[in-house]
């Protein structure tokens, strides 16, 4: 059971609005976690640099806004080969899809691009769906 | 400067994350369980950062031809519904149902110095690169 937190949530969201409007105005670029955690890491790419220093941020700024009211996780319930699994998934769809809930959900949506549009929704109904059957149907 | 603005722009993204909670696993997928113990928060995430980023975007993203510190701005302006986008799309809310990690709170998670995180951190960059191998093998063929 988690509390519903309006105004935490408004003011997470409205922060991450602004971070991914920066980059692009500024830079040009799109705050999509998954491409630019991709790159990040890829030997050939010679554009690393900012990719690197927005990752660092990324750290930077959970460390500075993590306290007793909005914490990170201690632990996570979900056995090993499930959290692998879901791993390979995550990483595995975001990539041939082309982004994830940063790239797809955030920055397309808000610039209202059919790709997005589809995206968003499929992954949406997914993974509802598939919070219905492990929670409701599997009983896990 | 392009630089600092890519760090200040992390710096928001991973407060927003850890602030809004979705770095939570839990509070995701009681975000996702809308038959069970919905916990709507992380729509008026959605909502709250859409309003802006999209408000942003058509009225000082789209009148201007350039970024202001670059030469042009790198948006895709692909508007093909093709395979590898709902194939990709589909396996990746599998995995974000079973677990609520998506890869940002994956990078966030990090700091826990859980080791559950790093193997679900590890697993997912290993899933990009296999995909990677994939597509490639199939564009070549």
């Known amino acids: ?140 | 400067m392009k630089l600092m603005i890519a760090l200040i722009s992390g710096v928001l993204f991973g407060a927003g994350l850890t602030i809004a909670q979705m770095v939570n696993p839990e509070k995701v997928l009681n975000f996702l369980d809308i038959t069970g113990q919905w916990d709507a928060s992380l729509a008026l995430v959605m909502a709250s950062a859409l309003t802006i980023f999209g408000s942003g975007y058509f009225l000082l993203v789209r009148t201007k031809d350039k970024p202001l510190l670059d030469k042009e701005f790198i948006v895709s302006n692909n508007n093909k519904i093709d395979n590898p986008l709902i194939v990709g799309a589909t396996i990746f809310g599998l995995g974000w149902g079973l677990i609520g990690i998506c890869p940002g709170p994956a990078l966030a998670t990090l700091l826990t110095g859980n080791i559950k995180f790093f193997g679900f951190f590890i697993a997912m960059l290993i899933g990009m690169q296999v995909a990677q191998k994939i597509s490639k093998t199939i564009a070549n063929e």
């Open chain 1, 1 to 140: 059971m988690t509390e519903f937190t309006p105004l935490t949530a408004l003011f997470g969201g409205a922060l991450i609005g602004v971070s991914a409007l920066l980059l692009l105005i500024f830079n040009g670029r799109i705050a999509g976690i998954s491409g630019i955690l991709y790159s990040a890491i890829q030997p050939a790419d010679n554009d690393r640099l900012w990719r690197w220093l927005f990752l660092l941020g990324l750290m930077l700024g959970v460390f500075f806004a993590m306290n007793p009211t909005t914490p990170l996780p201690s632990d996570i319930e979900a056995s090993w080969p499930l959290l692998i699994i879901a791993g390979l998934l995550v990483g595995f769809g975001s990539k041939i899809g082309n982004g994830c809930t940063s790239g797809h959900a955030i920055c397309g949506l808000g610039r209202l691009s059919p790709r997005s549009i589809v995206a968003t929704i499929i992954f949406m109904i997914t993974a509802a769906l598939t919070v219905f059957i492990t929670r409701h149907i599997l009983g896990a």
